[in-house]
């Protein structure tokens, strides 16, 4: 059982940075394909953006692209969301997943971390 741990939201006004973390247990993030998602109020939750499991590809929402990036260490065992220039829009939880090699289901998830971007 894979436990997903999420840190680092919070409040930041428009243009200004934050980076979250997910911290994972109970298995190595290099068997995962790893995500970000977000939910705002009354909406879906959405893919932001992955990390295969080998660590060699990418990939991020268009909403994204150029302003957050994705990362991981694996000698922490955490994933990383590094995100500039934040807008209102960005406003949301924040959620971290993984998804087994091979496996076309997000398994496990996080707690979710609040992001809130002022205007």
């Known amino acids: 059982q894979v436990e997903l741990v999420e840190t680092g939201g919070g409040l930041v006004q428009a243009g200004g940075s934050l980076r979250l973390s997910c911290a994972a247990s109970?298995?190595?993030?290099?068997?995962?394909?790893m995500g970000w998602f977000r939910q705002a109020p009354g909406t879906e939750r959405d893919i932001v953006a992955t990390?295969?499991?080998?660590?060699?590809?990418?990939y991020y929402v268009d909403l994204v692209k150029g302003r957050f990036t994705i990362s991981r260490d694996i000698t922490k065992n955490t994933v990383y969301l590094q995100m500039n220039s934040l807008k209102p829009e960005d406003t949301a939880v924040y959620y971290c997943?993984?998804?087994?090699?091979?496996?076309?289901?997000?398994?496990?998830w996080g707690q979710g971390t609040q992001v809130t971007v002022s205007s």
């Open positions: 997943s993984a998804r087994a090699a091979g496996s076309l289901t997000w398994t496990y």
């Open positions: 109970g298995g190595t993030i290099s068997s995962y394909t």
């Open positions: 990390i295969n499991w080998i660590g060699d590809t990418t």
